[in-house]
């Protein structure tokens, strides 16, 4: 089976290094393309035996499996110009969850799918989120989630959900490091710890709470209630982010909804 992604830059970039760290692929067996040759040169300098793809058309044709990894609104030239070089046996994975596969299977004859990584998967680890075309063999079904299985924990969402479901998978690293960053500068503020310790401190505390939900040690609501103590400092801080906590997150996730819907209503295919 041979891999093909197109555009380099930062999920591009992590779907070809996990890929192949994984074992899921090996280098020989993906094909690369971008506009930028700096960006391919850095990936052949890690990998020396991945293919660098002159045109897209060749990397089409060298490829069974072909991953669209550029922004949403330059879908429409990139598929212009490998509409005429797909064919039934080739799969088309979408990346980005304003395009549906739907929208992907009007404009192409091939077979289509839509895999939202994250950033998360840089460490073999978190979540990758699948919708399958109509037209996709459950051959290359199969192989899309074994393949992503290696690095990640393939789950399947449907068109109603995949913006939420990104928005926690894919953009919830940033979120919630904005808000480790806030709790350090807060600790840091009230009670004098310095910002570099404080970091330190969360980063470690982060790296074991993962482990603790990796190896299902805990639930969420077990690990409440297992490090609140009744009338202990835990339990008054729990009362002191829910009484200011209010409607953060429900603002969050509409604003991230209302950008969905204008990405849909202003891309092109």
């Given amino acids: ?23 899921a692929a090996q280098a020989d067996e993906i094909t690369i393309y971008n506009r930028s040759s700096k960006k391919t040169a850095k990936l052949k300098e890690a990998f020396e ?122 953009c919830g690293p940033a979120f919630v490091s904005f808000l480790l960053k806030e709790w350090i500068s807060a600790a840091n503020r009230v009670a004098g710890i310095s910002e570099e310790k404080a970091t330190q401190l969360t980063e470690q505390m982060i790296v074991g709470l993962g482990e603790l939900f990796s190896q299902e040690i805990f639930t969420l609501e077990e690990l409440m209630e297992k490090v609140t103590v009744k009338g202990g400092v835990t339990g008054v801080g729990l009362q002191a982010l829910e009484d200011h906590t209010g409607e953060l997150f429900v603002e969050m996730f509409k604003a991230t909804q209302a950008k969905h819907r204008e990405d849909k209503q202003s891309i092109e295919l």
């Fill in 49 to 170: 035996d991945l293919d660098v793809a002159k045109t897209l058309p060749a990397l089409c044709k060298a490829c069974d499996i072909v991953f669209i990894c550029v922004k949403p609104h330059d879908y429409k030239s990139i598929i212009e110009q490998v509409e005429g070089e797909l064919h039934e046996h080739h799969c088309v994975v979408s990346i980005t969850s304003p395009v549906s596969v739907e929208e992907l299977e009007e404009k192409l004859s091939c077979q289509v799918a839509r895999v939202v990584p994250s950033i998360t998967n840089h460490a073999l680890a978190g979540v990758s989120l699948f919708t399958f075309g109509s037209r996709i063999s459950t051959d290359n079904q199969k192989l899309l989630r074994e393949a992503f299985h290696h690095f990640s924990t393939p789950v399947e969402v449907e068109e109603a959900h995949i913006r939420v479901s990104s928005d926690i998978v894919s």
């Fill in 1 to 23: 089976m041979k891999w093909g992604i197109i555009g380099t830059g930062n999920m591009g970039s992590m779907l070809t290094t996990s890929l192949i760290r994984s074992g």
